[in-house]
């Protein structure tokens, strides 16, 4: 079995149906039943031991199946929601999709690209970045009240700068402000302390999780880290599990409405 071959081992599929999932199949599992209602997903991997990273970034415990998966999830949500540690680690450009993905956008009702949104109480981002300036579409960056005049301005003029709390961007304020501009589709690429701001006040619809298939052994973090609040354990219902290789593709959605 080739490594991006993907099959689907939960819900079962019909015998006569051929074994490798085709993008169109993909997307179907990954699309929402209704866009018209807002959505929090968040799409990441870890190790079989629970290590978010090896090595220090995502990367490599990533696959082409993994990485098929990540782009067509990018090609069915509004925006594109990524926490500013993950942005200056994983090294982001603009957020430009292939020109078949566009124009599948186009062809069903979404804006060619999705809107890039990055969360920062720092503001450092480096405006001449290509995040910034080879954007499609003008980014959101979500920030505080209290973040720098000077890094403001400079960002104000390649991005929407927009206060979501005083010293911490809140995810009801964040969601707010999104909705807002109609982006009610909301894909979260990480990292743990956004998802950990997401998880602490339960706002999180759904959640695609891979599993390499390797074991890292270091002090790597999870997918979620806390950053202070902590919900009641919060169950949630397994709606796919799907196979490549030896990795395993997860999505799982809340059991009760928020
Ligand atoms: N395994 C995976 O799927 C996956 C996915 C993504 C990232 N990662 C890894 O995770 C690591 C980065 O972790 P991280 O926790 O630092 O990532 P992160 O959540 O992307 O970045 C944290 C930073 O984002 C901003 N931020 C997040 N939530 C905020 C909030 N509620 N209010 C204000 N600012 C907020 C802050 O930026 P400022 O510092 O600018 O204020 C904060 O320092 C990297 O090694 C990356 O490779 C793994």
């Not at 927009?162 to 010293?167: A, K, L, V």
């Not at 959640?207 to 052994?217: D, F, H, M, R």
Request: with cysteine.
């Amino acid at each position: 079995m080739t490594q991006d071959l993907i099959r689907q081992l939960f819900p079962a599929r019909s015998p006569e149906a051929p074994d490798a999932l085709t993008d169109a199949d993909l997307l179907a599992l990954y699309s929402a039943a209704d866009r018209s209602v807002p959505r929090v997903r968040a799409n990441f991997i870890n190790s079989i031991d629970g290590s978010a990273t090896a090595g220090g970034l995502s990367g490599r415990l990533g696959a082409p199946a993994d990485k098929r998966v990540f782009d067509l999830q990018r090609q069915v949500c509004d925006v594109v929601l990524v926490g500013a540690g993950t942005v200056r680690a994983e090294g982001y450009g603009a957020m430009r999709l292939a020109p078949d993905a566009a124009a599948w956008r186009v062809a069903n009702g979404f804006a060619e690209h999705p809107t890039f949104a990055i969360v920062s109480a720092s503001l450092n981002l480096d405006p001449a970045s290509g995040v910034f300036a080879q954007a499609p579409v003008r980014p959101i960056v979500l920030t505080v009240a209290s973040a720098g005049a000077s890094r403001r301005r400079a960002l104000s003029e390649v991005a929407d700068v927009i206060d979501c709390g005083e010293t911490w961007v809140e995810p009801a304020q964040l969601l707010a402000a999104l909705t807002a501009r109609g982006l009610l589709q909301v894909h979260c690429e990480g990292g743990p302390s956004l998802l950990g701001s997401l998880v602490a006040v339960d706002v999180l619809d759904e959640l695609s999780l891979t599993i390499s298939p390797a074991l890292e052994g270091g002090a790597g973090p999870r997918i979620v880290s806390s950053v202070g609040g902590t919900i009641d354990l919060q169950p949630m219902l397994l709606d796919h599990v799907l196979l490549a290789g030896s990795m395993l593709l997860t999505k799982y959605s809340r059991s009760a409405p928020r």
